[in-house]
């Protein structure tokens, strides 16, 4: 099959959306990732809906597929990283990042997006993953790490655990009502980080159908315990969006394809084995200063790896 590619907005900021998406456009990419930010389709500006009705044409006139991704650092609070979460121990803060959300699924549906991208978040110093104990992240959330008692760890958990779960909701309505996916990334850092964190929230809200998975191949490398072939099939049920870089074992930076320790031709091949069709897209977000280099670069290199990947039809987009 041939797999779609896409490039992420969030590693082109200095150029203007209009601009962005006509050099994906023109370098054969397939679709965008497209994060709401400042910069490219405001989620908070007021002219929103006028925004949104021109981003549709353009991309329908370029012939580009989109997923809305919503990870801009400073979108909601200008003084903390990806402030407010998921997991903020303010409900109104909370609230704040579900409206974000729901406005997300909103502008997918406007776009034609076939999934929204989120994520849980890490939890504000002094709460932890829950209350006031320092727990740690993601699976490591469940061990007793920071107050010495697995009972406290325990409330801890269960406490994040129910943030996440009570503020997603809201956006899973809103995902259901639109007929798109909510596709939530595991982070590295953040609650959910893993794998295993994923089927952890899934069996908490009851596996709905509009809850899907965003597959980060990068974040396989960094902390998985399977390869990202492995994290590959096994993640194929639910797959609903694909960010792929390279990485190395332990450190969660993006980085371009060939300075990181993936095999790449494999974990396409398997990528063409689920048979998912959404966009795979690249995630280069601390490297708009090389923006256009590097996606003409990545895609060549895609392109490269499909090629030799054991399964013939196996092919990316010339």
């Not at 801890?156 to 899973?172: E, I, S, Y």
């Not at 809200?205 to 960094?222: E, S, V």
Request: glycine share 10%; proline share 8%; aromatic share 4%.
């Amino acid at each position: 099959m041939t797999l779609r590619l896409g490039y992420g907005t969030n590693g082109l900021t200095d150029l203007r959306l209009d601009d962005a998406l006509g050099l994906l456009a023109d370098l054969g990419y397939d679709g965008v990732g497209l994060t709401l930010d400042h910069m490219h389709l405001d989620p908070l500006a007021p002219d929103l809906a006028a925004r949104t009705r021109h981003v549709a044409r353009r991309l329908g006139t370029l012939g580009l597929g989109v997923t809305v991704e919503t990870g801009a650092r400073y979108v909601l609070d200008p003084r903390r990283k990806h402030g407010p979460s998921l997991l903020d121990p303010d409900p109104e803060a909370r609230a704040a990042r579900t409206a974000l959300l729901v406005r997300a699924v909103d502008i997918a549906a406007e776009l034609g997006a076939h999934a929204v991208h989120c994520f849980s978040g890490i939890a504000p110093p002094g709460t932890g993953q829950g209350p006031d104990t320092g727990v740690g992240t993601g699976a490591a959330v469940r061990a007793d790490t920071a107050t010495g008692t697995a009972a406290a760890a325990a409330t801890a958990t269960a406490t994040a655990w129910h943030r996440l779960t009570d503020a997603l909701a809201p956006v899973l309505d809103a995902a259901t009502r639109a007929g798109i996916p909510l596709a939530i990334e595991p982070e590295p850092g953040h609650l959910l980080a893993t794998l295993a964190d994923f089927h952890h929230l899934r069996t908490l809200l009851g596996d709905p159908d509009a809850l899907g998975l965003t597959l980060d191949i990068g974040h396989c490398q960094c902390l998985e315990p399977a390869p990202p072939t492995t994290c590959v099939e096994e993640a194929a049920p639910w797959l609903r969006h694909v960010q792929i870089e390279d990485m190395r074992r332990g450190v969660h930076e993006h980085l371009p394809f060939g300075d990181g320790e993936i095999d790449f031709p494999p974990v396409l091949e398997a990528l063409a084995a689920t048979g998912y069709d959404g966009l795979t897209v690249v995630e280069l977000p601390r490297h708009s200063h090389a923006g256009p280099d590097l996606a003409r670069s990545s895609l060549g290199f895609l392109r490269d790896a499909a090629a030799r990947t054991t399964r013939s039809e196996v092919t990316a987009p010339c």
